[in-house]
C-alpha cells in the first residue's frame, strides 16, 4: 500500500483534512479552494491531485485558554510602529456580511472564481459525522469581492442538497455542482456557465464520487463512480457513457499530459483485472473497450501506486517479497529507477518533478522514523544521494509527512529538517541538494535583545508541516509572485523545540533572518509580497490583524470586525496580485458564518514607477553563483507607496558564470567522501558496461561526477572530463527470468498461461532463446525480450510441469525455470472423524477432496480453538485428546487457487461401548459411498434398535464406515448423569439386549421396494474390549482360567486322551484392546482372532458349551462377573 506524503510547496494542500490534538474541538471542513491556488500535493509514489476546486474550513468550538501570551490580551504591543506621513497613512475598508440562517451549517466550500473576476461563490453544509452525509446546503454568491452575498435557489420548489461543486481550470466561468436526495439514491447535476449567475439541472444515471475536468478541453469531463467505474462527458454533463467497465483505482485516473501525450483524449489509469491484478493501461474516451485497451507494462503492478506527472509516469511492483520502483520518461519504456544497490526502500515518495528532475524521499531498509533524499538525471533512473535522515512523521489514514518545503520564486531552493544524533536541526540548500547548510541565526531579537546565537552550535529552525486547516498557511509560507520572502515558525537554539513557535522572516532567501512575532500566524501575501497579512494562529476569538508593507520590518494592526471572532480561514483572490482579501469565521459555535473583506487598495494612491524599485542579488552566504548563474531580482523600495499591480515581475537579470566544482555532484555508483572527492561504492564497477548498453552503441566510463541538473554554468571546471567513451561488447545474458502474467504459478486444466521473459543484464537482440513449456512444446526464439507478444499457452491435462528457457550468444548463456501446477480447482472436501472417541484414544482424521489431486493438496488442520493448523500432505492425521466434552475438528484443503473447508464436532468420554456390525452382502450395490447416506443409514439402525430394546435413541450412535464392504460401529453411550467411574447394571443389560437383537436378525431396513438389508453383530469382542475399566482384579482371575484351559487343552491333545459322549469346541477371543480407531475401513478384517479348535471324539454327537440361552455356537469370554460364572460352571 503506498502512503501519502505532503510536501510544503506553495499552498499544497491534502485532500482530507487531518486531526489535531487540542484544547478545543474542532468540526473539520473540507476546503476546496481552487486549482489555481493550491499545486497538487505529492501522494505516495503520486503527485495527489486536487479535485474539488474549492478549499473548505471547518468551524472551531474554541475554548479561553488560548497560546502563550494571549491572555494577556487580543493585541501584543508592538516594540517597532511605522511612523505614516498624512499622506501615506493606511486607509483599509473593511466590511461584514453575515451568512444568516445557516447556524447549523458545520462547513463550508469557498471558491474565488479566478483572476480578475469579483465573483465569490461559498457552499455551506450541515454535514452529519455519524450518518455520513449532508443533511442539508445552501449557496452563496458575491459579485463585488465578497462586500455583498446572495443565496441562490437553483430550483424553484426543490429542496436541492448541493454536496460539492467543482470549477472548470481551463475556464473559471463554468461550475458544476453536485447534488444529491436525502436518500442519496438520485443524483443530479447543475452546470453554470457564467460563474454561478445560472445554472441548467442534468440528470445522471450513476453515483458521482469525484469529478475531474480536462485540463485543456473544457467541456470534457471525467467521473469516477462509487462502484469504482469511469464515466465520460464530452458536452459538460449533458451525455454520459461508461469508459471503462473495470474497477479503476480511485484517484489514480490522469487525462493526458498536453505536450507530452499525442492524444488530448488519452486517459491513463490502474485497472483491476479479472484475476484481481492490478494493470496501467491507456484508451481513447472515444474507444475505451478491454480490446482496446493498450498495456504498458508487463505484468501487474501494485495498487494505488500509477502516478502521471508531466514527463514521467511512475509505478512499483512487489515479487518475491521485494518492490521496484519504475519510471516512463516522456512515455518510453519503463526502466528500473536505479538508487544505490544496498538502499533496499521500503518506501518511496515523489517530492517533485519540476525542471526534468525527479526528487524523491526514500525510506531505507534500516530506518524508521526518517527518510534519504535522492536526485535523480534527466530521465529519472539514475538517482544519488541528496540528504540523508529527514524526519518524518505518520498521519491518520497511512498518510506520512516528510519534513521538506521547496521555496517558491526560486529554483533549486529547499527547507528540510534533518535527525542530527537525534536532535532535529533545519538545513538549507541553493543547489537542489548538492550543498545544505544551517540557517544563519539574526544577533538580535525583536526586542533589539542579543540573541548569542552563533554557527554551527545555534541556528534557526523552522516547523515545515501543514496546517490541520488546509485553508491557512502552514508553518511555512512562501510564493512564486513573491521570490526571496520566507515567512516561518519556530525557534532559536541548538535543535528544533516542538513548543516553540515564534515567526522569523527573511526577504533575501534564508541569507539573513529577523524574528517578527513570538507566536505564531497565518500568512496572507497580497500584491507579489508587498503587503504581508498576519493573523494570530490561536485558539480564542480575534479582531485586530497585523500586516506589513516594507517585507516584516515594522506592522500595523487593524481592527477588521468591531466584535471577535474564530477565525477558520484567510482567502485571496488567486495570483496575489489584488490588495483585497476576506476573512472566514463566526462569533460563536452556533452562530451564522461571517465574512469579512478587507480592502487595502485605497491605502496606495499609485502604481508603482521603475524608479521605486531597489535591485538585490540572491546570494549563498557569501557566494554570488547559484545553480552557475548570478541572479538579480528587485523590490519595491521602503520609502516608496505604490501598488506593483499584476504585471509586475521580480527578476531582473541572470548572467551564467564559470564552472566550479560545486556544480557537479557525484555521479550514481559514486559516493561523496569527506574531502569532496566522488569514489566509486564498494558495490559499483565503474568499468562495466551500464545494463541498458546494447551491442554496437557506445557507453561512457563516468568520471565519478555529473552536472548538477539545473546549473546553467559556462566554461571553467568540468569534473566530466576523465569521462571515457568506449563500444558496447556484446555481453551475455544474466540475471534471466520467466514468471507468469499475473504470477500464477497454479493454474486449472484449459486455462490461458501468459509467460513472460525477463533478462536484466546482457544483449537481447543478437541473442537466441530455447523455451521448453513441459508438454512437449519446444520452440526457439530470438529476440524475445522485445517482442511485444508475450508466450502463451494453454495445459489441457492436470499435472506439474517444468518450464525452462535458455539464453545463448557468443558470449555466454544463462538459465531459468518455473514449475506450473495444473490441476482442477476443488470442489468439496469431507471430514471423516468418529463423532465419538474415548480419551487419549488415537484417532484417525480423514479428509476426502474432490476431485482428488493426488501430491498437490495441501492440508490444514484445527483441532480446538488453536489458530496454529497443523499441515499435512496427506489427507489424514492421527491424533488424540486428553479431556472429556467436544472439539470441533476443521480442516482446510487447497490446492492451487482453490480451497475447501469441513468441520465436525466429536465428543470425548473416558468410556464407551462399541458393537460391530455388518450387513447382508446386498448393501453394497447400493451404497453410494457419500456421507449423507452413511448418516442416514446410521440413523435409521439407531432408531430401529431403541425401538426393539426400549433404550434411549439418544443413546444409541451408529456410524457407518467409509468404503466397500459396508461396515458400522454401534455405540452406546452413557448416560448424562451417570457417573463416569461407575458401570451400571442398566449398561450391562442394554448391550445384552442389543445383541440379542442384532443376533437374532430383528434389525432390517428397506432400501427400496423389494431390497432389503439385514444387520447382524459382527463380533462379540465390543463387549469385552469396552467392560474391561475399573475390574483390574477379575480380569486376572480370567485371565488365569483362560491359561489353565489352554494348558488342559494342549496335553489333552498331546497325549490323544479321548473323553466318550463329549465334542469340545472353544473359541477364546483375544482380549487386547484396541490401540487405534478409524473411520475408514482399510481392511476386512482389522483384528486376530485366537482359535483353538480341539476334536476328541469325531465320532461323539456335538454339543456346545455356552451361556444358556441357546442359540449359539462359542463361547464368548466377556469381563463380566454372571458370564464368567457361567462359563466355570459349564
Known sequence: MIMAVVVHKDSALSPTPRTRSSLSRYLWLCISFGLFLFPSALAGISVRRERTAGTGIAREERGTGGTRGERAGLAEGFRVKRSYSS??????????????????????????????????????????????????????????????????????????????????????????????????????????????????????????????????????????????????????????????????????????????????????????????????????????????????????????????????????????????????????????????????????????????????????????????????????????????????????????????HEVQGVKGVFLANKKVNSKVKTYITYNKGRDWQLLTPPSTDMNGKPTNCHLPECSVHLHLRWADNPYVSGTVHTKDSAPGLIMGAGNLGAQ??????????????????????????????????????????????????????????????????????????LLSEPGDETLVMTIFGHISFRSDWELVKVDFRPSFSRQCLPADYDSWDLMNQDEHCIMGEQRQFRKRKISSWCIKGKNFTSALTSKPCQCTEFDFECDYGFEQQANGRCVPAFWYNPDSPSEDCKFGQTYTRSSGYRKVALNVCKGGVDKRQGSMQYRCPLMAPKGLRIITKGERLAVNPGDDVTFLVLQNQGDTSNTKYQVDLGDGFKAIYVNLTLMDEPIQHRYEKPGIYRVSVKAENIAGSDEAMV?????????????????????????????????????????????????????????????????NGQIKVTVQASCGSSMVQDSKVVKIFDQLEVLPLEFSQNIDSYNPNVPEWREDIGQVISRILAETTGMPEELLLTVVRVGLPTTAELYLLPPPEKPKRKRSVTTDKGIESLIEALTENQVKISLKPGVEVTVTLADYRAVSQKSIGGKGVLIVVVMFVICLLAVGVCILHKFKRKIPGRNVYAQMHNEKEQEMTSPVNHSEDTQHIIQGEEYIDDDLDSQTLGNGRGGHSSVVLSINSRETHNYLSS
Open 87 to 404: 499622506q501615506q497613512e493606511p486607509a483599509l475598508v473593511s466590511t461584514s456580511f453575515i451568512l444568516k440562517g445557516d447556524a447549523s451549517h458545520n462547513q463550508a466550500m469557498v471558491h474565488w472564481t479566478g483572476e480578475n473576476s469579483s465573483v465569490i461563490l461559498i457552499l455551506t453544509k450541515l454535514f452529519h459525522s455519524d450518518m455520513g452525509k449532508v443533511l442539508e446546503s445552501s449557496l452563496w454568491r458575491s459579485s463585488d469581492y465578497g462586500t455583498n452575498y446572495v443565496k441562490l435557489n437553483l430550483q424553484s420548489g426543490t429542496n436541492n442538497i448541493i454536496t460539492n461543486f467543482y470549477i472548470c481550470p481551463a475556464n473559471k466561468k463554468k461550475i458544476i455542482l453536485v447534488s444529491s436526495s436525502m436518500n442519496d439514491r438520485d443524483q443530479s447535476l447543475f452546470v453554470s456557465m457564467d460563474e454561478g449567475a445560472n445554472f441548467q439541472k442534468q440528470q445522471i444515471f450513476f453515483s458521482l464520487e469525484t469529478l475531474v475536468f480536462h485540463p485543456k478541453e473544457e467541456d470534457k469531463l471525467l467521473v469516477y463512480s462509487k462502484e469504482a467505474r469511469l464515466y465520460f462527458s464530452t458536452d459538460l454533463g449533458k451525455k454520459w457513457e461508461s469508459l471503462q467497465e473495470l474497477r479503476v483505482t480511485k484517484e489514480r485516473f490522469y487525462w493526458s499530459v498536453t505536450g507530452v501525450d499525442s492524444d488530448p483524449d488519452l486517459v491513463h489509469m490502474e485497472i483491476q483485472d479479472n484475476s484481481g491484478g492490478f494493470l496501467y493501461v491507456t484508451c481513447q474516451i472515444s474507444n475505451c473497450t478491454e480490446k482496446a485497451l493498450k498495456a504498458h507494462f508487463s505484468g501487474n503492478i501494485d495498487q494505488n501506486s500509477l502516478l502521471v506527472n508531466d514527463d514521467y509516469i511512475f509505478i512499483q511492483a512487489t515479487s518475491e517479497n521485494r518492490t521496484k520502483y519504475y519510471v516512463s520518461y516522456r512515455r518510453g519504456a519503463f526502466v528500473q529507477m536505479k538508487l544505490p544497490k544496498y538502499a533496499l526502500p521500503k518506501d518511496m515518495q515523489i517530492i517533485s518533478t519540476d525542471e526534468n528532475q525527479v526528487f524523491v524521499a526514500v525510506k531505507e531498509w534500516h530506518q524508521t522514523d526518517t527518510y534519504n533524499l535522492y536526485l535523480s538525471d534527466l530521465k529519472g533512473v539514475y538517482f544519488t544521494l541528496a540528504l540523508e535522515d529527514v524526519r518524518s512523521t505518520q498521519q491518520p489514514e497511512e498518510n506520512v509527512v516528510i519534513d521538506i
Open 496 to 569: 528544533l523545540v516542538e513548543y516553540k513557535e515564534d515567526m522569523y522572516i527573511t526577504s533575501d532567501c534564508g541569507k539573513t533572518w529577523r524574528q517578527v512575532f513570538e507566536e505564531e500566524h497565518h500568512i496572507l501575501y497580497l500584491d507579489h509580497g508587498g503587503v504581508i497579512v498576519a493573523i494570530k494562529d490561536t485558539s480564542i476569538p480575534l479582531k485586530i490583524l497585523k500586516f506589513s508593507v516594507d517585507e516584516g520590518y515594522t506592522w500595523t494592526t487593524h481592527n477588521f470586525t468591531s466584535t471577535s471572532v474564530f477565525v477558520d480561514g
Open 819 to 883: 514449475y506450473i501446477q495444473v490441476n482442477s480447482p476443488l470442489q468439496v472436501v469431507h471430514l471423516e472423524a468418529l463423532p465419538v472417541i474415548r480419551r487419549n484414544q488415537q484417532v484417525n482424521l480423514t479428509a476426502l477432496v474432490q476431485p482428488s489431486n493426488s501430491n498437490l493438496t495441501v492440508f490444514q488442520w484445527w483441532l480446538g480453538d488453536s489458530l496454529e493448523p497443523r499441515l499435512t500432505l496427506e489427507n489424514s492425521l492421527i491424533t488424540s485428546f486428553s479431556e
